[in-house]
């Protein structure tokens, strides 16, 4: 697969912690990420993509077992979605460039442009975006992975190779609420879970096409705000995994963070937050997101 220029397939992989939910495995050795691909037909596969020849200009695709030509051509599709490969960062490149002459009281996120960082690993379906981000909400992150852990193997389709891929809105939609609290340990999230499922199975909501890149970003929040269970947090989250990058999805490690990096002895206030990242426009929750995260690609990176 091609990929855009600049491009780094590491940074892309580890942009934010979903790298480390099931079903995704990562590789940092063999810098080889791998996971179960649900297909239209309903087979699952496993592939693994990763730099070609030790460089970032184009990826290697690897899947287990014999595919169809349209079939391999599916897992391109998917594999693409997941790394936002067709994703235009050159303006925000821009623009932190022309910040970066400009104010040199901002903090500096030329690195960015100049190794390619912004794009956020995502998943093949805005559904398992939203079930994932829905499992972020008020916990840990250990919690976080325990819940979407319990929810592939318990309902992921299985491939070949015994692995399993993230579950479907029907296999979901398919269970009492009461598993979700038992078996999923999804606590208060149980009822938002079935009924978003419920919904998308029934074709009474099509979260792909939330994928539509001229959709407008107040309509869009104000769709995904209506999902059950789904907060400020929740919303601007996933629309910044839709590439809605002007909300700031602000959550307690976030503002923690901010402080301590602009060492204030207490988080700033929500307003303060939005007035330091105005001067990045539609880019400035992607702004924020590079800063609290710079110190995670250094030669030593901390690891969300």
Known sequence: MET???FDFDLTVRSHGFY??????????????SRALALCDGRAVVAEVGPRSGTNSRLWVTVKGRLSAGQLHEVRVQLRTCLALDEDLGPFYARVRQLAAERPDLPRLTWAAERGAGRLLR?????????KTLCTTNCSFALTRAMVRNLVE???EPTPHGARAFPT??????????FYREVIRAGYRAGSMRAMAREVSSG???MEAW????????ALAERIRELPGFGPYATEHLLRLLGHHDRLALDS????????LRDRRRPPSDATIARWYAPYGRFAGLALWLEVTADWYGATPTWP
């Open 4 to 6: 855009p220029s600049p």
């Open 20 to 33: 480390a939910l099931a079903p995704w495995s990562y590789d940092t050795s063999r810098r080889s990420l």
């Open 123 to 131: 998943s093949p379906t805005v559904f398992e975006d939203a079930v």
């Open 154 to 156: 318990q309902l992921g």
């Open 169 to 178: 809105p029907h296999a979901m939609a398919e269970r009492e609420e009461r």
């Open 204 to 206: 009474a909501l099509d």
């Open 211 to 218: 994928r539509d890149a001229t959709l407008e970003g107040d």
């Open 253 to 260: 490690w976030t503002r923690a963070k901010l402080a301590r």
